[in-house]
Structures are given as structure tokens and as C-alpha cells.
């Protein structure tokens, strides 16, 4: 069962209201999108007004506090239904129904990206029968490498998301390969249809470049044993084509460690080190990020707010290291001075909350 992180957090910084447009750059199983869908319906208490989703596939401050967005001024008068009778419908009793004020609510829009050509359709279907539809939602099947040009033709926005974390319906289904705890092809690819499989991209790399690639992606203490290891096996003749043949030389690289309980423990993380490490390889996920922070400055309007949530040193370092950049060119008018973490109820809910960090950023004016 897939549970959306630190939604309260998401929404409290954020701020959305009805009117404005958003970016969920990592649409997934839809949860924290549907959150926001909600946020922006909110004025007309309606989930969605038509019957089909619209899938296209192409292209610190100076202080410590989020701050509220900017009030109406005073002067707009046509959210005031006091200053002309005839929009008001208590004043008008034969335009006193729910269509009205639907009619007057401002309109907003989400769009929603996802390079998993799987699950887009899933949870486009699971938004469409929620209500959602294309006035209030375009989903993408794009990268959010690809934000320069997706802000170009759609944005800027005034709210942004990204969630870095693996869906749960992509990490429970074997035949994706993204966990050592089933059996399955060792592939690893967030789109299928692209790429080289994470089974192939072990062939390919030799003992350095293995050690390089699990200490700069996880961070591995056994890296230099798990690589002999892998090497070892190729060159036997071996092969390496499943999530269970890369356990299994996890293990044999660990023989040496005592057998005790801590031992059962340290396997487990390790595996689900090297397991990451070798996804965000396959997908070139550092690169993706560095990509997508690059071009928020323009994707973002004047006062848009953004949230990015992480779950590994990595992503982090990333993430801080452009907001803070971005913050001393000005560019950023204020940045979370450190990270938020889900509370602990929530990490007693949901285990993978756990190694969850949100970074939040608001635009300067220009």
C-alpha cells in the first residue's frame, strides 16, 4: 500500500490556493497529487468537473518563518461578491445554486510528470474516477530533467513538488527489480522502455568503477568487498540477471563477518544500499536532479514556493547545496535553514518515512 510522506508539511508550506498552477514533477502513485488537487478545488468543495484526465506524452531569509503570500489588494473587487449585487448570490435568488459558485471559482491548474510509462496510466485512471479531470489536470510522461522546457510551455508555476523517493507499487512488483527482498530480473529501470537494464550495467563496469559507483551514490562501507565479489562472479562465468543473484553476492562478499543477529541486520542495509546505489546509476537520477535545480530559478513565478523531498545523503547534498547558492545570488528570497523531517507518529505508520528529509525554497520577485 503506497502512503503519500509528510503531506501536512507538503501543504503547510506550500500554501496553495485555488487559481494558481502547480507542478508535481514526481506524480507516482498520485497521493501527494491528489492532496493538492484538493487545495486547489477547495473554494468550490468539488473534486473535479470533467470525465477524463488529459495524458500527453512529448516533451534563509533574512528571518527563518514561510511566509504568507501576498493579500488581494483592496481595489479587486470582483472576488467581492458584496460589491455587485448581482454576482452575490444571496442577493439574487435565482442564481442561489452550487453551479455558481463553481462558475466563480478561480480556476487552477496541476500538471503532473512521471517517466514510468506503467503506472502513469494506473494512477491516471485512479485520478479520473476521483474526478480529477483536464481542466484542472495534465499529466506528463516526461523526466522532470526536461523542466526548462516543460516550464517554457506550461509554467512558471507558482508551486512546486518533487518526491525522489521510489513508489511502493514500483518497489512491490518483482518484475521491476527493485528489491533484493523478491525474486526478479535485475532491472531497475524507472522507464522500462529506455535504457539498459541494471543486470547489463554491472557487465559493464569493472572493479573501480563498481567501488566508485556504490561509495558516491550510497555512501557503501563494503564497497570494495561487494565489487571483488561481483567481478568474481563474471569472471567464473556467472551471471548476475536477478534481484536474487545480486543478494546472494552481497552475502558471500559479507562471509567474513561473525554470524550473530547484528549480522542479519547489517546484510539487510546493506543490500538495500547497493540496491539504491545501483538504481540511481541505471537512471542517472544525480544527474536528473542537477538538471531539474538548475532550472527552477525561471520555472518558478515571483513568490512560487517549492518543496523537495529526499532520502539519502545524495539527493540532499544536491538539494542543499542549490538552494543555498541560489539563495546568496538573491535568486531565492528564503530557504529552509535546515531540513524537516516527518514526525515520529508518522514513521511508527509508515516505515519508509523514516530516512525522509524536505528541503523548501520561496522565489524571489524579480
Avoid at 502512503?3 to 485555488?18: C, S
Avoid at 435568488?93 to 503506472?119: C, Q
Avoid at 474516477?129 to 516543460?150: M, P, S, V, W
Amino acid at each position: 500500500m503506497h502512503i503519500p510522506i509528510m503531506v501536512n508539511e507538503i501543504l503547510e508550506f506550500l500554501q496553495i490556493r485555488p487559481g494558481q498552477k502547480g507542478l508535481d514533477a514526481t506524480l507516482g502513485y498520485g497521493g501527494h497529487t491528489r492532496k493538492m488537487l484538493e487545495k486547489l478545488t477547495e473554494v468550490s468543495g468539488t473534486s473535479g468537473l470533467t470525465d477524463e484526465v488529459y495524458i500527453k506524452d512529448d516533451v534563509q531569509t533574512k528571518g527563518d518563518s514561510w511566509k504568507n503570500p501576498e493579500e488581494n489588494s483592496e481595489d479587486n473587487s470582483r472576488d467581492n461578491p458584496a460589491d455587485n449585487p448581482e454576482d452575490n448570490p444571496r442577493d439574487n435568488p435565482k442564481d442561489n445554486s452550487e453551479e455558481v459558485f463553481r462558475e466563480k471559482a478561480p480556476e487552477g491548474h496541476l500538471y503532473a510528470l512521471d517517466v514510468d510509462p506503467i503506472e502513469i496510466v494506473k494512477t491516471g485512471e485512479r485520478l479520473q474516477k476521483a474526478g480529477y479531470g483536464e481542466e484542472i489536470l495534465t499529466i506528463l510522461q516526461q523526466n522532470f530533467a526536461n523542466l526548462e522546457a516543460i516550464a517554457k510551455e506550461y509554467g512558471p508555476f507558482d508551486f512546486m513538488l518533487a518526491d525522489l523517493g521510489v513508489s511502493s507499487m514500483q518497489i512491490d512488483d518483482p518484475k521491476r527489480g527493485f528489491s533484493y527482498k523478491a525474486d526478479g530480473p535485475l532491472d531497475l529501470r524507472l522507464d522500462p522502455q529506455h535504457g539498459i537494464p541494471a543486470s547489463q550495467r554491472l557487465r559493464e563496469l569493472n572493479r573501480e568503477e563498481l567501488i566508485g559507483m556504490l561509495v558516491e551514490n550510497s555512501d557503501e562501507p563494503y564497497a570494495e568487498q561487494i565489487a571483488s565479489q561481483i567481478c568474481k562472479t563474471f569472471k567464473k562465468g556467472g551471471s548476475m540477471d536477478t534481484t536474487t543473484a545480486l543478494r546472494e553476492a552481497i552475502e558471500r562478499a559479507l562471509c567474513f563477518l561473525p554470524e550473530n543477529k547484528e549480522k542479519k541486520d547489517i546484510l539487510k542495509k546493506t543490500c538495500q544500499r547497493v540496491f539504491q546505489a545501483l538504481r540511481i546509476d541505471v537512471n542517472s537520477e544525480f544527474e536528473v536532479l542537477e538538471a531539474f535545480l538548475n532550472a527552477l530559478p525561471e520555472a518558478l513565478a515571483d513568490g512560487g514556493r517549492v518543496a523537495i523531498l529526499t532520502f539519502h545523503s545524495g539527493e540532499d547534498r544536491l538539494v542543499k547545496k542549490a538552494f543555498q547558492q541560489y539563495y546568496r545570488e538573491g535568486i531565492f528570497e528564503e530557504i529552509a535553514t535546515d531540513v524537516i523531517r516527518p514526525t515520529a507518529e508518522e514513521c511508527r505508520q509508515n516505515g519508509r518515512a523514516r530516512s525522509t528529509k524536505m528541503r523548501w525554497a520561496i522565489r524571489a520577485r524579480r
